[in-house]
């Protein structure tokens, strides 16, 4: 299947900071991306969906200026999140999709804020 | 909220049983997929029945698939102890391109 890589696989920051994490699609272009959330023994929860070229997306809840989405490409997109506490401590999966209905997905990063 | 929920939230079997796991969903869909994660990785994509389909196979896995009661369930036979995961269906709405995750199963296969 279709390769979706993330970097960092982990980050450890301190509070206040701004971390970025980016989501490659390696063999195929990605014409949406998708960034979720997943808190420990909990499932992923939708934050946004980004088209290439355009805005994202948020869902209800997900705060935009928090967490800036950037899709500058058909190969990457990137997460920021900016002035991180330890409550957005929590690992972050993107997936990817092409042409087709299935979603590649990456390996995740996990991101602990001191 | 949850398009999906799924039963039971966890299992424990001995290798060599079977392991089955239910979701429900709310609204009409496109398709349904189930997912697996080992802890703290990434997510693997099991197996996608769309909504005109009752039943899939692959290899030790079996997915139902009943539109009329808004449900799925996923069967793994003979199973492993590599098999220990967390399992996840997730939904493609009819008219939508999101896919909204169940709060998955979390399986213990003991060897």
């Known amino acids: 299947g279709a390769v979706v890589s993330q970097h960092p696989s982990w980050v450890i920051c301190k509070s206040g900071t701004s971390v970025k994490i980016e989501c490659r699609s390696l063999d195929f272009q990605a014409t949406t991306m998708f960034w979720y959330r997943q808190f420990p023994k909990q499932s992923l929860m939708l934050m946004a969906t980004?088209?290439?070229?355009?805005?994202?997306?948020?869902e209800q809840g997900v705060e935009k200026d928090k967490f800036l989405i950037n899709h500058a490409s058909l190969t990457l997109s990137t997460l920021t999140v900016t002035s991180a506490h330890p409550e957005d401590s929590s690992f972050y999966i993107c997936?990817?999709?092409?042409?087709?209905?299935?979603?590649?997905f990456g390996p995740g990063t996990r991101l602990t804020v001191l | 909220s949850q398009q999906g929920e799924e039963d039971p939230q966890a299992l424990s079997i001995q290798e060599g049983e079977n392991a089955t796991m239910n979701c429900s969903y709310k609204?009409?869909?496109?398709?349904l997929q189930w997912y697996r994660q080992n802890s703290g990785r990434g997510l693997v994509h099991l197996i996608l029945i769309r909504s005109n389909e009752r039943e899939k196979h692959s290899g030790r896995l079996r997915v139902t698939l009943d539109t009329s009661k808004k449900s799925s369930s996923l069967l793994i036979t003979a199973s492993r102890a590599a098999d220990t995961a967390s399992y996840f269906c997730?939904?493609?709405?009819?008219?939508?391109?999101?896919?909204?995750f169940g709060g998955g199963t979390r399986v213990l296969v003991k060897p």
């Open positions: 997936s990817a999709r092409g042409q087709g209905n299935e979603q590649f």
């Open positions: 997730a939904t493609i709405k009819a008219a939508g391109n999101k896919l909204t």
């Open positions: 609204t009409s869909i496109n398709n």
């Open positions: 980004s088209n290439e070229g355009s805005k994202a997306t948020y």
